[in-house]
Every structure is written in C-alpha cells, then in structure tokens.
C-alpha cells in the first residue's frame, strides 16, 4: 500500500488523481488532502477518500472544516495555514506528493516533498520555472524521484530510453542518440482569432480551450502560450538539455502529446486522449502500468492530424518565455512572477488580454540579467517582480 500526498486536491489536477486512485483502492491510501479555500470540495473528498489528514491555507475555512468533519463523525485531522502544506508533504509515512497547487504558492510544500525523499509527481510546473536549478540540485542531493505529470513532459519521459528515465535531470540527452526534443500544444482557443481582435479577448473567452479541461490560470496561459513557455522551461530542466534541444510545435489536436527526435531520424511520440488521467496514472505506477478510467484512442473515428509553427504575433508570451530561458533563473522567476499577477488581473477584468504580454515583457526587460542562487534570493525576486507588475497595471492599463 502506497499512501499519497495529494497537494492541492481540490483543482482539476487534483480531482483527476482523486479519480484514479479511487479505482485502485488496494493499491493506494490517501493520506493527506490540501486546498487553499474550498471548504466544501474538500469536505466532500474527506468523507469519500477518508484522509488521516486534511489541510487548508485559510484558518477560518479549516475551522470550518474541522465542524463540519466532527458533524460527520470523521477522523480525519484538520489542519491550518500554508506551514501545514509543507509538514505534510514531509510527512514520514507519505510515499507520494501529487504537487497540483497552481503558480508559486506551491513551491514549498513540493520542495519540502523533495528534502524528504519522496517520489514527488509533478504538475505544478510554476515551481521549477521559478526555481530550476535549486530544485533539480535537491531532488539529487535528498534523492527524491521527480516523475512528470503536465502531459507534455510526460509524454517526452515514456518516449525516453530506460536507463535515461531513472536520471534524466543530469545526463546528456545526446548521449541517448536524442537530437530534439519536440513539444506540441493545441494552440489555444485563439488559434485562428483575427488579431485585430485579441485586445477585445474576455476571461470567458480565453477560459474555453477547445480540447482540455484546466484551471483558470493555466486555461489562461494555454490562451496566450505562456503555458508552453513555461513547459519549455521546465522541460530545460526536467530533462537536463538546453534550450536549442526544444522545438514548439502546434498540434491542434491534442492527441500527441509531444516527441522525442533521435539521431538515427527516428521519431517517438506518445498518443493518448487529451484527460491528464493518463498521464497521472502513468506517474502513479511507474515504472509499471495499471488501468486509468481514459477511454482508448479509437483510430476509426480520428481524422486529421496536422502540425504548424507557433506565429510570433499570435503568440509574443511563448517567444518571451524562451528568451528569459536563454537568460537563466532570475528571467524566469520573474517572468513567472509578472505572468501570475497579469493572469490574476486579466481573470479580474481589470486588464485586456493583449496587457498580458506588455506586462510580461516590461517585468523581463527589468530583471532579465538578476542573479539568483539561494531559496531567499529566488523568494525575494518573485515578491520584486510581482511588484513591479502591479506598479505597470497601475501606471499603464
Ligand atoms: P486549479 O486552479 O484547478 O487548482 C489549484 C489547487 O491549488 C486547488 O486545490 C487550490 O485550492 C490550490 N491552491 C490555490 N492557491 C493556493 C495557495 N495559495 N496555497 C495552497 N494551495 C492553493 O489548478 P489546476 O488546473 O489543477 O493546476 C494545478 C497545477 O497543475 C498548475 O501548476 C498547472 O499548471 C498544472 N497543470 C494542470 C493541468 C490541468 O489539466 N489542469 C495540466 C498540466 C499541468
Ligand atoms: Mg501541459
């Protein structure tokens, strides 16, 4: 019996890991359940997954959860505050960390997962686009096994070679006979949007991609491509290679989740339907398999399969994630950061959706050559950065 961490289980990720799990219950206990505010989604995955601990970021909402736990005559142990999240993805009896908290906040509950040792499977991309280098020199040094859940990433990982699986994040990729890797994303609902349109893009709009069902943040980012900007990141890292080593391809389709290119002219590409419990199911049982409740690819019904290059114009935050690739750790810690706050204020309607960009670029321009090591600096860079994002919406939007 494998117990999980599930971090975030309230979201979209987190609610998918729910959903296979529950189909392997001799497999797998849940152990710990964390949100940010939703006490009633929460409470609702307690009485069903019977967690020994649950854990909320709002004191007044785990207050409230604990009543209603003690109604309900449950046994599960409430806990309060964002310090919570990291003691229990440290927790000694916890095999797995699902790391799904969005954006930034979840950069220390998953490295806390890290410094303990745990298999730590990862959806929260933000936190090693932030901290890149810090966090792959951890999961080394504490030997955490890091397995990828954005499927992307996860697609790239079961087109790898065995041997390159069990340490990807510090061996060469052309030592493997790999010359590319090669990432596809849908595109986004704005795919063929006039441009002359795009200042125009409302929250509802941006929130409705055509193939996956996501968060706000990250339906946001796939609308922009900062989603494959930061995938790009994280794959750099992820997979120790550089950024001349990722090509970005679009896919409309979502049926191919990315590839891998050898030397020899070989292709490898994993296919699957676009519902992260593949992939989630993937990490849960690796290095095995076990079932998931996707239905298979039925190759009768699929049609077309086509594939095109991102344009510049259309895409301005994908080609700006690149670049702060280029530049190194502080770029993208604060690309990270701005992204975050102009993703909030566009969701808030206080911003146009073509501000996203300017934001993002104003806040790279300023910190494009910051130098960051140490957890601190990368924490204090994210908070500068936010600022400085905040002070742009105020003086120019
Ligand atoms: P979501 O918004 O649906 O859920 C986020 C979860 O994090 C919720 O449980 C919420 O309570 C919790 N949370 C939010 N703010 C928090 C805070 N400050 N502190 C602690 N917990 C907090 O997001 P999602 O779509 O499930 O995405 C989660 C992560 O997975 C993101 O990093 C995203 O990029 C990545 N991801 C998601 C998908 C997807 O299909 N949804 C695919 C690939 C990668
Ligand atoms: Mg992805």
Redesign the pocket.
């Given at each position: 019996m494998r117990k999980v961490v599930i971090l975030?289980?309230?979201?979209?990720?987190?609610v998918s890991t729910l959903s296979v799990l529950e189909q392997h219950p001799e497999q797998y206990q849940v152990l710990a359940l964390?949100?940010?505010?939703?006490t009633e989604a929460l409470l609702q995955q307690c009485l069903q997954f019977k967690p020994r601990y649950a854990a909320m970021?709002d004191t007044k909402a785990a207050q409230q959860l604990k009543q209603l736990l003690q109604q309900a005559g449950s046994k599960t142990e409430v806990l309060a505050g964002?310090e919570a999240?990291c003691q229990l993805a440290a927790d000694s009896e916890a095999d797995i960390v699902m790391a799904?908290?969005?954006?930034a906040?979840?950069l220390l509950p998953t490295l806390a997962a890290v410094e303990h040792g745990k298999t730590v499977l990862l959806?929260?991309?933000?936190a090693l686009v932030m901290s890149g280098e810090l966090f792959i020199n951890k999961v080394q040094q504490h030997k955490a096994t890091l397995l990828p859940?954005?499927?992307e990433h996860n697609a790239i990982f079961q087109c790898l070679p065995a041997a390159l699986q069990q340490q990807s994040h510090n061996q060469s990729i052309a030592s493997y006979g790999i010359s590319k890797l090669l990432l596809t994303g849908s595109g986004g609902p704005f795919l063929t949007t006039n441009l002359a349109e795009f200042a125009q893009l409302t929250p509802s709009q941006a929130v409705a991609h055509p193939n996956?069902s996501?968060?706000?943040?990250?339906s946001i980012d796939s609308a922009t491509m900062m989603n494959k900007g930061l995938e790009f990141i994280e794959a750099r890292w992820l997979f120790n290679c550089q950024p001349d080593d990722i090509e970005v391809v679009i896919h409309p389709q979502s049926i191919i989740h990315s590839m891998v290119q050898y030397t020899d002219g070989s292709v490898l590409a994993q296919l699957g339907q676009p519902d992260?419990r593949t992939p989630i199911a993937h990490a849960l049982a690796f290095p095995n398999r076990m079932s998931s409740p996707v239905s298979p690819l039925s190759f009768k019904q699929m049609r077309d399969f086509t594939f095109t290059e991102p344009e510049p114009e259309r895409y301005p935050n994908l080609y700006l994630a690149i670049a702060a690739c280029k530049y190194g750790q502080g770029a993208t810690t604060a690309i990270n950061a701005a992204n975050e706050v102009a993703v909030a204020a566009f969701l808030q309607q206080k911003i146009r959706f073509t501000d996203i960009h300017r934001i993002n670029a104003s806040c790279l321009e300023q910190y494009a050559l910051s130098k960051v090591c140490t957890l601190e600096e990368i924490l204090q860079l994210d908070q500068v950065a936010r600022h400085c994002a905040e002070q742009y919406i105020k003086d120019n939007c």
């Amino acid at each position: 019996m494998r117990k999980v961490v599930i971090l975030g289980s309230t979201g979209s990720i987190g609610v998918s890991t729910l959903s296979v799990l529950e189909q392997h219950p001799e497999q797998y206990q849940v152990l710990a359940l964390t949100a940010a505010t939703q006490t009633e989604a929460l409470l609702q995955q307690c009485l069903q997954f019977k967690p020994r601990y649950a854990a909320m970021v709002d004191t007044k909402a785990a207050q409230q959860l604990k009543q209603l736990l003690q109604q309900a005559g449950s046994k599960t142990e409430v806990l309060a505050g964002a310090e919570a999240l990291c003691q229990l993805a440290a927790d000694s009896e916890a095999d797995i960390v699902m790391a799904a908290i969005v954006g930034a906040a979840g950069l220390l509950p998953t490295l806390a997962a890290v410094e303990h040792g745990k298999t730590v499977l990862l959806a929260n991309k933000e936190a090693l686009v932030m901290s890149g280098e810090l966090f792959i020199n951890k999961v080394q040094q504490h030997k955490a096994t890091l397995l990828p859940i954005d499927s992307e990433h996860n697609a790239i990982f079961q087109c790898l070679p065995a041997a390159l699986q069990q340490q990807s994040h510090n061996q060469s990729i052309a030592s493997y006979g790999i010359s590319k890797l090669l990432l596809t994303g849908s595109g986004g609902p704005f795919l063929t949007t006039n441009l002359a349109e795009f200042a125009q893009l409302t929250p509802s709009q941006a929130v409705a991609h055509p193939n996956w069902s996501m968060g706000a943040k990250i339906s946001i980012d796939s609308a922009t491509m900062m989603n494959k900007g930061l995938e790009f990141i994280e794959a750099r890292w992820l997979f120790n290679c550089q950024p001349d080593d990722i090509e970005v391809v679009i896919h409309p389709q979502s049926i191919i989740h990315s590839m891998v290119q050898y030397t020899d002219g070989s292709v490898l590409a994993q296919l699957g339907q676009p519902d992260m419990r593949t992939p989630i199911a993937h990490a849960l049982a690796f290095p095995n398999r076990m079932s998931s409740p996707v239905s298979p690819l039925s190759f009768k019904q699929m049609r077309d399969f086509t594939f095109t290059e991102p344009e510049p114009e259309r895409y301005p935050n994908l080609y700006l994630a690149i670049a702060a690739c280029k530049y190194g750790q502080g770029a993208t810690t604060a690309i990270n950061a701005a992204n975050e706050v102009a993703v909030a204020a566009f969701l808030q309607q206080k911003i146009r959706f073509t501000d996203i960009h300017r934001i993002n670029a104003s806040c790279l321009e300023q910190y494009a050559l910051s130098k960051v090591c140490t957890l601190e600096e990368i924490l204090q860079l994210d908070q500068v950065a936010r600022h400085c994002a905040e002070q742009y919406i105020k003086d120019n939007c």
